[in-house]
């Protein structure tokens, strides 16, 4: 199992976005049949292996395996991740042009769209993946606003300098900064 699958299938989203068909997703976690399934949820065998097959179809629940009882082949499924992102593309766009003021909310979508893609593009068999991933918030008064995005930048660009040669791996660096609520001027 996968840690994430990435979405970039209108089939996909269209399997997902069943709110029983996440249920059974959901109990699928582990291994399991469909009578298994629908013993837990209190539904038919024939209901989960409906919503159970649109999955397979689509790729979100893979066969694991298949076992033999009372002459029938049951299947053993399970889900292919343990959570799946959506694909921004799949809503689609309005406007042609991307946001181009990094002080904008339009721009902080476009590169949160822009870290999902290339993650997704990850090789996930791959043992350990440097990376790192943090989150903290920061509280800043109003009247020191502009000078926090300024030393933020600052810094950016600094580190952007000293690691910015041409060899070595290329790691891509994104900072997210954004208002936790309502904003107060």
């Known amino acids: 199992m996968r840690d994430v699958l990435y979405l970039e299938e209108i089939e996909q989203a269209e399997a997902l976005l069943k709110p029983q068909r996440v249920e059974v997703l ?52 399970q889900a292919a991740a343990r959570s799946y992102w959506l694909s921004p593309r799949l809503v689609g766009r309005i406007g042609l042009t991307k946001a181009r003021d990094e002080l904008s909310l339009g721009y902080l979508l476009d590169l949160m769209e822009d870290v999902q893609a290339d993650i997704a593009a990850l090789d996930k068999t791959a043992p350990e993946l440097p990376s790192i991933g943090l989150s903290g918030e920061i509280h800043v008064r109003p009247e020191k606003r502009q000078e926090f995005l300024n030393d933020l930048q600052t810094m950016m660009r600094e580190l952007f300098t000293r690691y910015g040669g041409a060899e070595g791996d290329a790691f891509k660096l994104a900072v997210a900064c954004y208002p936790k609520g309502e904003v107060h001027e």
């Open 26 to 77: 959901r109990q699928l976690a582990e291994p399991a049949t469909c009578g298994e399934v629908a013993a837990r949820l209190g539904q038919t065998s024939q209901r989960v292996y409906y919503h159970v097959k649109r999955l397979v179809d689509a790729g979100l629940v893979d066969l694991v395996s298949e076992r033999r009882v009372r002459g029938i082949n049951e299947g053993i499924y």
